[in-house]
Every structure is written in C-alpha cells, then in structure tokens.
C-alpha cells in the first residue's frame, strides 16, 4: 500500500526533473555529461574488476595507459591513437582516461570532506551564536579560525603545506582538505543566519518547538539547496586546483596517469607537438565545465518558485515571458 504512493511521488518528481531541464538546455547539457563522465570513470576502474572475477580480463582502454611503444612516439591523431601518442609511446588517450577516476575521487573527496567538515562548524557558529554563552565563545572561536585560513592566498597555503608533507597523492590532497574548508564555514553560517531570522523560525519558537526540531526542520533543510549547488560548482575548482599542485610537481608521483602530472610532463612539447596538452587540457575543461553548467542549473532545479516557473514554461511556452517579468513573490 505504501509502495504505489511513493513510486507515484517518484515518477512525478522525475517528469518535474525533466520539464525543468528542458526549459534550461545549459542545465541539461551539463548534466548529460556529467553523467558520461562518471560513466566513464566507473567503467574504467569496474570493467577490470568484473571481467577479472569472470575469468575474462578486459580493459575498458583501449591500451595499457602504462605500456611504452617506443616505435610508435610523437605520432598524430588518428582512428588507431585517438589524440596520437606522447614522446614515450604512451597512447595519449588511454592515459587522459586513465586519470579520469583518480581526478574525479581527488575532486569528490576534498569538497566532500570540506562540506562536511565546514558546514558542520559553521551551523555551529550560525545557530548557537548568543553572546556570552559557551555557543556565543565557541562561534567566535571558529571563525577566527577561519579568518586565520582566509587571510592567505588558497593555492599557495596549499603549495606550502604540500611542500612540508612531502610529495604524493594523499599528502597533496591533505594540503587542499587544510585549506577548503573554511569557505563551507562562511557560506554556512550566513545561510544559518539568514534562515534563523525567517518568520517560520520565529513562529516556530513561539509555539514551543525545541531548537533541535527547528534545526532538523527548519535549517537543515533550506540549507541543503546551497551547499549542493556550491558543492557541485566546488568539484570542478578543486580538480582545477590539485591539477596545478601536479603541474608544479607537489601532486601525484611522476608516472601516474593524472592530468596536472600529465601537462607536467608533456610541457616541454608544448611548442612542438601542443596537441599532447591540448586534449589534457580538454579534458580539464569539459569535466570543469559540466560541473559548473550543471551547478548553476541545480539553483532553478532546487529553487521551488524558479522549478514551478520553469516546469510552467515547458508545459506552455506563451507564460515564459509574463513568468521571467515577474518578482518572485508573485510566481507562487
């Protein structure tokens, strides 16, 4: 009995989903190719696994990103070596996707873990903020603690910590955890501050509900909308950021297919054979960039008054115009 009303609920939020993103086709050009990134990163790292339990190993590449082809170096795009092969015989292309899931896990683990951690001391310094209480002197303890952080220039408190901790993937992705955080922290206690002066807040606590349900109730859930979207605009900056940690030759270890590693290496090709960085570097910037399109298309999506005026639209494209003229007060 409770199945069929909670798949109805499902199917009417996906057919919403879809009206939505297609009144926005940056929205859903962003999304469409997030979906073939990650595809393509789980099959590179799942198809070895499976087809080895099988007893059929398989590679989802089409050649070892590590094998070296000395007779075939420097040769040029074409259907047997998509973006040609680099000054070893490495197929160029083996190693952009090859680098594909380690990039991804890079980006998803740092912004995670600065979401999790940031978000969680900022609700602390928004919500129990009253002075002089022991919430008021804890507030005011974390964010000078991320006043400390801020004052320097991200990428090269970064570089430094990096620098200390010695080179390698896990010491370089600490140096970026050391230093994300705190925008999740200022992001979030403004939001909390915000919401805590709502009249459902004020209301809330008239009629006697306890702090913890309009935390759980109230804060929590008008805060989920931001932190996704910044989190999902985040993925695509911090891939930008670790890439530049390899490039300077803090990042991962020299052979290991990552693509700031790989613009490392290739770098002194640049002039002679630039394609080498150039499908790199696109591959950089098509995964940054359905990351931000699809970013920015989640505050229409996660905004209801901007979801109800864009699923309207869709339905009858004669409204769009009345609905973009209107305050948004009014399109409720």
């Known amino acids: 009995m409770t199945t069929r009303p909670a798949l109805s609920r499902l199917a009417r939020s996906a057919a919403l989903f879809l009206r939505v993103m297609r009144a926005n086709p940056l929205t859903l050009a962003g999304f469409v190719l997030v979906v073939l990134t990650l595809a393509a990163a789980f099959a590179v790292v799942a198809i070895p696994v499976i087809t080895q339990l099988l007893g059929h190993p398989m590679s989802a590449l089409p050649y ?43 980006g998803f683990a740092i912004a995670g873990f600065s979401l999790g951690l940031g978000a969680g001391l900022g609700l602390v310094a928004g919500f129990w903020d009253t002075p002089r209480t022991a ?77 913890a349900r309009i935390l759980v109730s109230h804060v929590l859930r008008n805060l989920l909308e931001p932190l996704v979207v910044y989190f999902t605009l985040d993925v695509g900056t911090v891939i930008v950021t670790y890439s530049t940690i390899s490039f300077i030759g803090i990042g991962v270890p020299e052979g290991v297919p990552e693509w700031g590693n790989m613009i490392n290496h290739y770098q002194p090709f640049f002039l002679t054979d630039p394609g080498m960085i150039g499908f790199v570097a696109l591959a950089i910037f098509v995964t940054v960039l359905a990351f931000s399109l699809l970013g920015d298309g989640l505050r229409d999506v996660l905004d209801p008054r901007s979801r109800r005026a864009l699923a309207s639209a869709t339905m009858n494209p004669s409204l769009a115009p009345k609905l973009a003229s209107k305050p948004a007060g009014e399109q409720e």
Do not use: C
């Open 64 to 106: 070892d990103p590590n094998e070296l082809d000395p007779q075939n170096r420097f040769a040029s795009p074409s259907w047997a070596h998509l973006m040609g092969t680099d000054d070893v015989g490495h197929d160029i292309f083996s190693r952009v996707l090859a680098a594909l899931p380690l990039d991804l896990f890079i």
């Open 135 to 211: 919430g008021g002197v804890l507030s005011a303890v974390i964010l000078r603690g991320t006043d400390v952080f801020l004052t320097f220039p991200t990428l090269v408190l970064a570089l430094a910590i990096a620098a200390s901790l010695g080179r390698g993937t896990l010491p370089s992705m600490l140096a970026v955890m050391a230093t994300w955080w705190p925008f999740y922290v200022r992001l979030t206690r403004g939001e909390v501050l915000a919401i805590k002066q709502q009249p459902y807040v004020t209301a809330a606590r008239v009629a006697g509900v306890s702090e």
